[in-house]
């Protein structure tokens, strides 16, 4: 990220959704990111719940997080977009031990690119790490079509706290990117005569706001674990 287009004092304000099947392990995800706890008793989530965390970054930007955990269970899908709405990042995990869950985030992904477009940076998360010797979704097939829809991959596990905190922090790098990606491209819009379609609001204040940052669509191949 070029060190000039952020300084000391630039804070952003993002939304983040997680989106998956039941027991994939969102809530664990977010509660070790945002809590730093593990409960392998955790019930389902129902519908929805939301945290927030604030980070700084390397580069000096300041940025809090807005995360959307929602429920997995097949009667609460059609209540996706209330949630994903608005959304500036995306992470969609299955657990690497059930296949049914990786082709079910392959749904997500095709409703996301269908209602946000290019708006919303998506990330594939393969959660269970731990479970490696039950493994059944192969690597390099998750990581391959994670390139073949412009998603960045991750492999996590949330009970060993494997690369949970280098999920969320290179989400937050990339909607940042894509922000300034999109900020240069309406700016050269704006000089043609032309409205961009969205526009940054870089926060003097972190307010909790769903609005501010508008990120553009990642297509850089990344996987980790």
Request: aromatic share 8%; charged share 25%; hydrophobic share 35%.
């Amino acid at each position: 990220m070029s060190p000039s287009l952020v300084n000391s004092t630039t804070q952003y304000n993002f939304k983040v959704v997680l989106l998956g099947e039941g027991c994939v392990g969102k809530t664990s995800i977010v509660l070790r990111y945002v809590e730093d706890k593990f409960n392998p008793q955790h019930i389902s989530t129902l519908q929805a719940s939301f945290l927030t965390k604030k980070i700084n970054l390397d580069n000096g930007a300041k940025v809090q997080l807005n995360i959307w955990d929602t429920a997995g269970q097949e009667r609460f899908h059609a209540l996706g977009p209330i949630y994903y709405r608005g959304s500036h990042g995306a992470i969609l995990v299955y657990d690497i031990t059930d296949e049914d869950s990786f082709q079910k985030v392959k749904n997500w992904v095709k409703e996301l690119k269908r209602m946000l477009g290019s708006d919303i940076v998506l990330t594939i998360a393969g959660n269970k790490t731990d479970l490696e010797n039950e493994r059944t979704v192969p690597f390099e097939d998750a990581l391959d079509y994670a390139d073949s829809v412009g998603a960045y991959y991750f492999e996590t596990s949330a009970k060993a706290n494997e690369n949970i905190e280098k999920l969320f922090t290179e989400l937050t790098e990339f909607m940042i990117e894509h922000v300034q990606q999109s900020n240069q491209q309406n700016q050269r819009s704006a000089l043609n005569g032309q409205f961009g379609q969205r526009r940054l609001i870089v926060e003097d204040s972190l307010d909790g706001s769903d609005d501010a940052g508008a990120p553009v669509n990642g297509t850089t191949r990344s996987c980790c674990g």
